[in-house]
């Protein structure tokens, strides 16, 4: 997540009016990759709780001025990004699907028991005060 071009201190910092969406490589990745997504849910959580329903965006550009006039000291900006929403993106600009850990076939039970980190990636924004 850029603010003004930097990243969003892992101490939190107020929330912007707009914001870009940014998937990158960890730094010890040994060989260096860029990212695209299609689609990212932003959801304004106050102890626990979704305080607004969860917004989906698919450009990178996000306006966060809907979540401005809702948002308090102290609430988070949960991000999320599903990994069947990303892609690798190539040298020449080409983008392939990124390629997901195959999880065992579902048995009888209905009930989905995968972790939200095995189903994406996510960011947890403190919002502090202005």
């Not at 550009?61 to 900006?77: E, I, N, S, T, Y």
Request: glycine residues 6%; proline residues 9%.
């Amino acid at each position: 997540m850029l603010l003004d071009q930097g990243e969003v201190p892992a101490a939190g910092s107020a929330l912007a009016l707009r914001a870009t969406l940014q998937v990158q490589a960890d730094p010890a990745c040994p060989t260096p990759a860029r990212y695209a997504f299609g689609s990212a849910e932003l959801t304004l959580v106050r102890r626990g709780r979704p305080v607004l329903p969860t917004r989906r965006t698919t450009q990178p550009q996000v306006d966060l001025r809907a979540l401005a006039k809702a948002c308090q000291p102290g609430d988070h900006l949960y991000i999320f990004i599903p990994y069947a929403s990303l892609a690798v993106v190539a040298a020449d600009g080409q983008q392939r699907p990124y390629r997901q850990l195959r999880r065992p076939q579902p048995g009888r039970s209905s009930i989905d028991l995968s972790t939200e980190e095995s189903k994406g990636i996510s960011f947890n924004w403190l919002l502090t005060k202005e």
